[in-house]
């Protein structure tokens, strides 16, 4: 007799469970004490998790200019990456400044979806979404968030004020879905607008061709980008 | 009920903003347990779980047109969350500067079929495993008790096919998975 598997717990505690299977459960679930102790090991934690509060951090994702358009519709949970190029646009619109230039894609599009880009901020209350039109300064930990949308490789990048391009790293993770970059970044004091890039591309590219991606050449480069706004005075608020 | 589409045509911005930020709170206390116990569980870091936790329902919240329609929420939920876990402990082992205060005691509900070692042994060989649908599976079976034809389920390809990653991987840590060389 195997037993329930854990998702199975959670889906019989949320009452998603029907019919032959909600029967077959309940059935194993009187026979078995190992599946009934598992069961109430998730019963204690929704307890303990129902008397705490909901975090601050919670609150504000609620609190973001949360990008929900017809188009997500066509999303499909986990059927690998499926976010329109749409999304990159709307991200940036989250963090572009007025009066910055819109985010630059190579013309000649490569076949494949764009990265996804957004950016999350040290704050007091933790780390979150940088919320559309709120400034960073110098001293501000930021961390790149991106969906690599099946890309083999992905590259980090950055561009100061002064118009140096920064490659930290050719290597970062790919994956499914949501990737955190392993690094947080600390703004400097350049002044000028600091942009972000995540490169994506079907082979390992080289620093130089990803300083040259950034720049607009295609080398089967997926380019997505994020211009960060600079507080007046650069400082930390 | 949590999932009401919030109106925006007959509301000012300022009140479907005040409803959307309730709905994620409404969000959260339904499926927050699910998602935190599983981030504490496979992440046993408080901060991490937390940041994963945090993660998780921004995605939710993202994509809540589709999650409405959703047959089983937790189903999604659970796929969602293993994967940020798992992705989340590969980037903390490539850069271990970042790593944050581990607190061993730190547990999410016992509702594994392994032991805590057992599971342990397995999350920390997983890093060396680069595909990431492999690293789901594994963690779907020997952690979560799925059969290869649930996991496969899960993960949109055969059972055998997860049999076949899962018997590779173990190949490759061949006497490294003590707990587990006989499951
Ligand atoms: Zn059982």
Request: aromatic fraction near 4%.
């Amino acid at each position: 007799m195997s037993h329930l598997n854990t998702l199975v717990l959670h889906q019989l505690r949320y009452g998603e469970l029907r019919g032959d299977a909600l029967l077959r459960a309940n059935e194993h679930l009187a026979a078995c004490e190992t599946c009934s102790s598992r069961l109430r090991a998730q019963e204690a934690e929704r307890a303990a998790f129902v008397a705490a509060p909901v975090p601050d951090a919670i609150r504000a994702i609620g609190a973001t200019a949360a990008p929900v358009r017809s188009w997500w519709r066509d999303w499909l949970p986990l059927a690998g990456a499926l976010l329109a190029a749409a999304s990159l646009s709307l991200v940036v619109r989250e963090v572009r400044t007025d009066g910055v230039t819109s985010p630059e894609v190579a013309t000649a599009r490569p076949k494949g979806e764009l990265p996804a880009v957004e950016v999350w901020v040290k704050r007091p209350e933790g780390t979150r979404p940088l919320r559309e039109g709120e400034p960073v300064g110098s001293g501000d930990r930021i961390q790149l968030v991106y969906d690599p949308h099946g890309a083999s490789a992905i590259a980090l990048a950055g561009r100061d004020g002064s118009g140096r391009i920064e490659v930290y790293t050719t290597n970062a993770p790919t994956g499914i879905g949501l990737v955190r970059a392993p690094f947080a970044l600390t703004l400097d004091d350049t002044p000028g607008s600091q942009e972000l890039f995540v490169v994506g591309s079907d082979r390992a590219l080289s620093e130089d061709e990803v300083k040259e991606a950034v720049a607009g050449a295609v080398h089967g480069a997926r380019v997505g980008h994020v211009v960060l706004r600079k507080r007046e005075g650069g400082g930390r608020r | 009920m949590v999932l009401t589409r919030t109106s925006r045509s007959a509301t000012a911005d300022a009140r479907a903003s005040r409803m959307e930020s309730l709905d994620i709170e409404a969000l959260y206390r339904r499926y927050g347990d699910l998602v935190q116990g599983r981030c504490r569980s496979l992440l046993r870091s408080e901060q991490d779980a937390a940041e994963a936790t945090q993660e998780v329902f921004l995605r939710l919240w993202r994509y809540r047109d589709s999650f409405r329609g959703e047959a089983s929420p937790t189903t999604w939920l659970f796929k969602i969350t293993t994967s940020t876990c798992l992705n989340r402990l590969r980037t903390r082992r490539r850069h271990p500067e970042e790593l944050v205060d581990e607190t061993p005691q730190l547990a999410g509900p016992r509702d594994a079929l392994v032991s805590e070692i057992e599971a342990r042994q397995l999350l920390n060989l997983l890093v060396e495993e680069e595909d990431e649908r492999t690293r789901a599976a594994l963690v779907y079976h020997h952690i979560d008790g799925m059969t290869h034809d649930e996991v496969g389920e899960m993960l949109g390809i055969s059972g055998a096919a997860v049999r076949k990653r899962i018997a590779v991987f173990r190949e490759k840590v061949r006497g490294r998975l003590p707990g587990l060389e006989g499951s």
